[in-house]
């Protein structure tokens, strides 16, 4: 071999390990991130042990946290750490106690690290601060039959991450640890459920347990399910259009305003469970619009009544003086009126 061939190949190969090095060291980044925990206000879950797994750190998860039913895609609380930066998680495993269900599910799952990287580092501008943010935590919700989703969230916007099918398990109380011994006990989901005393369920949720019964275990599914659509928001004549912030069935969060709100176009978008914005008159006075809830039910019919294909239009009217708002899905064929939603107008902003 001649003496420019070897050169040629030792060129390659320290070529080939700077590559390699700049691709580790990529992937090595640190971030600040925690956890925390997401469940259906309908299906308390009880958490046995958990963990979200990177090489250099592991948040994890016992029974100090308890029972959890902040509501599907709401984060609950989270624990402190002392390391500030971490590399991004690889790995996420869980096991929880269904109360309504009465049983344990768990489940080991590889992430998709290069789409959460993708998340991370792309991130979001901050309303508060107009300063390009990124995500904090990643939100881990447990549905019935051993859903899993999680999320990345952060000031405003949350995303989906990934979604994963955990199985069911029996687990030996003589088996389990000392401070998960009370799951155990007899008739521990039937007092948590049934027993007032224990506070499990918001007043408002226990009665529409009592008259509705409890969720189709697919419901969590189905608010996975997306439409092309984006907000329109119609103003008295010289009205001006500050935000629009929003959460989807499905548990992803957007804000838009300045450079968003001015981009806005068609996405594909779980279905809005709520909204709210801020608009100023022609003579500069703010208000806001806030829509809280809407009717399941209705909401979930229109939409699927203008179906998947369509470029869908969530339309909110407002009135001259801030008093009613009109709310309706329009596209080029037709326009279905959105008639049970609830809505909160402000009075003039000072």
Avoid at 69 to 78: A, K, L, S, V, Y
Avoid at 254 to 276: H, M, Q, V, W
Wanted: with cysteine; aromatic share 14%; proline share 3%.
């Amino acid at each position: 071999m001649g003496t420019s061939n070897v050169k040629g190949l030792i060129l390659l190969v320290l070529l080939s390990f700077s590559v390699m090095n700049c691709q580790k060291k990529k992937m090595e980044e640190k971030y600040s991130w925690l956890g925390t925990i997401s469940a259906p206000q309908e299906y308390p879950m009880e958490i046995y042990r958990g963990a979200i797994v990177a090489d250099d750190f592991t948040y994890n998860f016992d029974s100090i946290w308890g029972t959890q039913n902040t509501g599907w895609g709401n984060e609950g609380g989270t624990m402190s750490v002392e390391t500030e930066t971490m590399e991004l998680p690889h790995h996420l495993e869980f096991t929880w106690y269904s109360l309504v269900e009465k049983k344990f599910y768990t489940g080991k799952w590889e992430l998709d690290q290069k789409k959460i990287k993708s998340l991370f580092d792309e991130g979001f501008v901050d309303q508060d601060t107009r300063k390009r943010t990124t995500y904090s935590s990643f939100v881990v919700g447990l549905a019935p039959k051993g859903r899993v989703v999680l999320w990345v969230k952060g000031p405003g916007n949350q995303k989906e991450a990934g979604v994963f099918q955990a199985h069911d398990t029996i687990i030996a109380k003589e088996k389990a640890y000392d401070n998960a011994q009370y799951m155990f006990k007899e008739g521990f989901a039937d007092r948590m459920l049934n027993d007032p005393e224990y506070k499990t369920f918001k007043p408002e949720i226990r009665e529409k347990i009592k008259e509705q019964g409890y969720p189709a275990a697919d419901t969590y599914d189905l608010y996975r399910e997306k439409y092309h659509w984006k907000p329109v928001v119609i103003l008295p004549e010289g009205g001006v259009w500050i935000d629009f912030g929003f959460t989807n069935y499905n548990g992803e969060q957007e804000n838009l305003f300045a450079k968003s709100l001015d981009d806005n176009t068609y996405k594909s978008r779980a279905i809005p469970k709520f909204c709210g914005f801020y608009w100023r008159d022609k003579n500069k006075n703010r208000y806001a619009v806030w829509v809280d809830s809407f009717d399941e039910k209705e909401i979930f019919e229109l939409f699927q009544k203008l179906g998947k294909d369509e470029d869908i239009d969530f339309t909110i009217k407002v009135n001259g003086d801030n008093t009613n708002a009109f709310l309706s899905l329009v596209t080029e064929k037709e326009e279905l009126s959105i008639t049970k939603a609830k809505i909160r107008l402000s009075r003039k902003i000072e």
